[in-house]
């Protein structure tokens, strides 16, 4: 409390009643998997754009990732955090040039095609004064050099370069001299550059600029294949950590959803919702096997058991990337699509079913209502054909064996009010444990879920029938009080979806009215 001295009028700011919750985004999605080239640390993406700039295109006959992400953001995401994931024993491709050590964005063979070129940067180019500054060129192609040499496409001489790179960078006037000058040449490259970074991770000043012809960078090696040892990704390093162990830092708290797509390994598949399940906070979109034609035989609860993730069947087909003719792909990037234009137009409270997927024009598979039948009670959620209105998923069940929890709209609720009362009562820690605070924490939730439920996102007409929320003697103990702990029990009734929709018509004859 502030001590007065002297005689005035002194005005005070004090805080009073409950403080707002905000409401954490449900959407944000992390696909784990193998990309064509790109970092290893998870990235984020906002576009398709943004990840064939990153990490490429499509590559290979069994990798779904680019896929996955053109189905998610043509679904209606918004943002996605891609987890490439790399083989044992592979390796980032390097060169030395212009006394700067420099190597690819991430390991692989793919590095070997990046080629790059430092000149005087343009603010003294032409002129007799010392450079300060230098333009660095980066060009890479996806497909081998015809003779083993690539052409110089920043030469201006050059009428024609063919083969055309892939994808060109260009930095000018990074600074050398001043490494406390916002362009010196690692703040300006670190992170903007899609293809290649610094080795060192305190680049030392330049003495003098050494300009190079186009160098190729060598020795990218490619990994084993992958294993559940690379999904895990685990390292003591936190700087070094991939895949799922990744995640699981605090930058990356903002992710939602995780899939894998097209992985159907029975230890991955678990590793992935169990990381769920220990995050509390995610939710995971399992694909099933491909060329399962007798899908009466499928029954994922037999291997895996968990409200937080679903299983859907069968694969789609969609355009091929290079070619254009159809491709078979695994569905779990386009469900997850579709789970956040849901969220994001009705409420992650509304079940995400019953919705057209874009960019897929046929199933692999046809599922009759006879086959759904014995799919649907054991948590596979059918991806079908109906006439006039499109391929749509038409299942919306968790692999729970738990009644409480075996719709997907009502375990993504509850993560997402757990998830944001947890984010938004942090403040309550350490404040003094009595009545007062007790009334400010429970105004403070019921202010939260009036919210959601006039959203519609609970049961009830009212809101002593929609939720309940206990915190007082009630709920703790006086032990509980010594020893620290303040207890807030909260019951929700979430709205449960119109799984079976039964309409009762009989006749009323005029004379059964009067």
Not at 75 to 82: D, I, L, P, Q, T
Not at 92 to 119: C, M, Q, Y
Not at 301 to 313: G, H, I, M, P, V
Not at 363 to 384: A, F, K, S
Request: charge should be negative; proline fraction near 6%; aromatic fraction near 10%.
């Amino acid at each position: 409390m502030a001590e007065y001295l002297a005689p005035g009028v002194f005005i005070e700011e004090i805080e009073r009643g409950p403080r707002p919750i905000e409401g954490v985004a449900t959407s944000t999605a992390a696909f784990l998997g193998e990309t064509e080239r790109g970092p290893v640390r998870p990235r984020l993406v906002t576009s398709v754009n943004d990840y064939l700039r990153q990490f490429g295109g499509a590559f290979g006959d069994d990798k779904f990732m680019p896929y996955a992400l053109t189905g998610f953001f043509d679904n209606g995401g918004r943002r996605a955090y891609v987890c490439r994931l790399v083989g044992a024993g592979a390796v980032a491709a390097k060169v030395t040039a212009g006394g700067i050590d420099f190597e690819a964005s991430g390991p692989g063979e793919w590095g070997n095609r990046i080629h790059l070129k430092l000149s005087k940067g343009s603010a003294t180019a032409g002129t007799k004064r010392e450079p300060t500054t230098f333009r660095l060129q980066v060009a890479y192609w996806d497909t081998d050099a015809p003779g083993d040499a690539y052409p110089d496409p920043f030469d201006p001489t050059q009428n024609r370069v063919l083969p055309r790179p892939t994808q060109m960078e260009d930095f000018d006037n990074l600074e050398f001299k001043d490494a406390a000058s916002p362009d010196f040449y690692s703040k300006r490259l670190d992170g903007n550059s899609a293809l290649v970074r610094l080795t060192a991770e305190v680049p030392a000043p330049l003495a003098a600029l050494q300009e190079t012809a186009l160098t190729p960078l060598a020795g990218g090696v490619d990994g084993a294949a992958l294993t559940k040892t690379e999904f895990v990704g685990s390292d003591p390093d936190n700087s070094k950590r991939t895949g799922l162990s990744a995640l699981e830092l605090d930058e990356y708290r903002e992710v939602a959803l995780v899939a894998a797509p097209g992985v159907t390994d029975t230890d991955i598949v678990k590793a992935v919702y169990e990381h769920c399940e220990r995050n509390r906070f995610r939710f995971a979109v399992i694909d099933s096997k491909p060329n399962v034609g007798n899908a009466s035989t499928l029954d994922p609860r037999t291997d895996f058991t968990t409200s937080y993730a679903a299983f859907y069947y069968p694969w789609v087909y969609v355009s091929d990337l290079r070619t254009g003719v159809r491709r078979k792909v695994p569905p779990s990037g386009h469900v997850l699509g579709l789970y956040a234009r849901t969220d994001n137009a009705r409420g992650v409270w509304k079940a995400p079913a019953n919705d057209t997927l874009s960019d897929v024009f046929d199933l692999e598979y046809y599922v009759d209502t006879g086959t759904q039948e014995v799919l649907n009670p054991r948590g596979v959620n059918v991806i079908r054909r109906f006439p006039a209105r499109g391929i749509r998923v038409w299942g919306a069940r968790t692999l729970s064996d738990n009644a409480l929890w075996k719709y997907v709209n009502v375990r993504r609720l509850f993560i997402f009010l757990e998830h944001s009362i947890y984010d938004a009562t942090q403040w309550v820690v350490f404040e003094p444990n009595d009545e007062r605070l007790w009334a400010r924490v429970k105004d403070t939730i019921r202010l939260f879920l009036r919210t959601q439920w006039r959203n519609g996102a609970m049961m009830g007409l009212t809101e002593d029938e929609a939720f309940t929320i206990a915190c007082d003697r009630s709920t703790m103990t006086q032990d509980d009080i010594l020893n620290g702990r303040l207890v807030c029990e909260i019951g929700i009734a979430p709205v449960r979806p119109a799984e079976f929709v039964v309409f009762r018509i009989f006749q009323n004859t005029a004379e059964a009215q009067s």
